[in-house]
């Protein structure tokens, strides 16, 4: 491929990016193979979309990099990165057909990010990687980036300008474009933070010494896909009525509520001596769309997202009858109260802290607390590489451990829409959320457990 990356550059990112988890966010696209594909002319297409989207996003093949205080920055150097883009062909005894992993409905327990992924190199943090994984009867598009450099909506953006790019050279016509916004203003500190006296818009957080939290190991836990149609989302909202001087709740809010509830349900089984304990639902909350005074932008590159916290709520309230709707409503009262302003707030927080200081929050996911968060952007026409078919499914694995929850990009076919619901639980609750009468009302097991 030839080189998109023509000047070294350094590309600074905020203070929101500091806390960002420095993990490899992973995502896995499954498509189908026509038997009148030239796969040498769709991997050429493929290749140049890449090379495409790199020119307008070209931090993307840099690697990630911390100055003395902590802040991280982007360096990246010209010419070509050789493990930013593989192809890996794999023979049926290697990897499992398309059509034997559709069967399973491409169960997590299929999906194995060192086969899928590029061997990254240790001694640095590369920003993103791409492989294009060649099965019997179709392809795998694994693509990963470092959660410090971007949330869900630029991984979205710069993935569906790739696969738009391959489209468009498969196709002949004309190559998409896109210009990130990089301003970090709303993202950096603008005023001082008491750290003894936190405000209510940071009550999440907390500040501690490095390294005087020890996690524990935490237990075996499986993931599994579950299905929800719109009609049953339809059914489901009318038990969700708004609370508390909420003036509506959302579809998500419903759904969010619907696992909280059955999952706070299923831990009390297990340990029926927290009835009284208190439970929280973490929701991640995009700020590009709670800006009304236009402070930053839909096309902002870095992370845009602060955590709207319900709760904590008694979680045997949950557990009631009108369990449904004060959790919807719990999570329709945070979600309005977090905007664009949100994130000074976090960021002064931040960059006040100490080098041997950390931030610290106050939810356990492996207790009585989930995290519940939405990819649903995503759509089967954006991530078209030009096969000749739409993408039959996405998946992603198991991104943090402990009670999680991940509404993927919506792949449906026709009119009628189902939702696909990643989920992440302990072996035990897993097993009793599978029998739960109110769950298994509107969700349907689709694959896993892994």
Known sequence: MDPAIVSPRKDELSDIDRIAMPIMTKAFIYYELPPTVDLDKLIASFREGLKNATRHVPFIAGNLEYDDTGKPYILTSAGERKDLFVVRYFSPADHKSFSALARDAFSPADLDPEKLLPALATEVKPVCALQLSVIEGGLILGFAVNHVVGDWGSMDAFLSLVCQGSKAHQEDLEMPTYTPVLDRTPYNAQFTVPKDSLPEGLNLCYVIEKGTFIPKSPPPFQT???????????????????????????????????????????????????????????????????????????????????????????????????????????????????????????????????????????????????????????????????????????????????????????????????????????????????????????????????
């Open 224 to 450: 599994s896909i579950y299905g929800i149609t719109d009609a049953s989302l339809q059914e489901l909202k009318q038990k969700c009525e708004p609370l508390d001087g909420v003036d509506y709740v959302t579809s998500y809010d419903c759904l969010s509520a619907l696992l909280w509830t059955s999952i706070t349900r299923v831990r009390l089984q297990l340990q029926p001596e927290k009835n009284t304990s208190p439970t929280t639902c973490i929701n991640p909350v995009d700020l590009r769309s709670r800006d009304p005074e236009n402070k930053t932008s839909e096309q902002y590159f870095g992370n845009s997202v602060f955590p709207a916290r319900a709760g904590p709520t008694g979680s045997e309230s949950l557990a009631s009858d009108k369990g449904l709707a004060i959790a919807a409503s719990s999570i329709r009262k945070s979600i309005q109260g977090v905007t664009i302003d949100s994130a000074a707030g976090l960021a002064s927080l931040v960059a006040s802290l100490a080098p041997n200081e950390a931030l610290g929050y106050h939810v356990n996911f492996h207790d009585m607390d989930i995290l519940v968060n939405s990819w649903y952007s995503g759509t089967a026409e954006k991530y078209d590489i030009g096969t000749g078919s739409l993408p039959a499914a996405f998946r992603t694995h198991r991104p943090v451990t402990g009670g999680v929850a991940l509404v993927l990009p919506n792949f449906s076919k026709g009119d009628a829409r189902e939702y696909e619901v990643f989920l992440q639980l302990e072996s035990q609750q897993h097993e009793l959320l599978r029998n739960d009468a109110e769950f298994a009302r509107y969700f349907e097991h689709l694959a896993g457990f892994n």
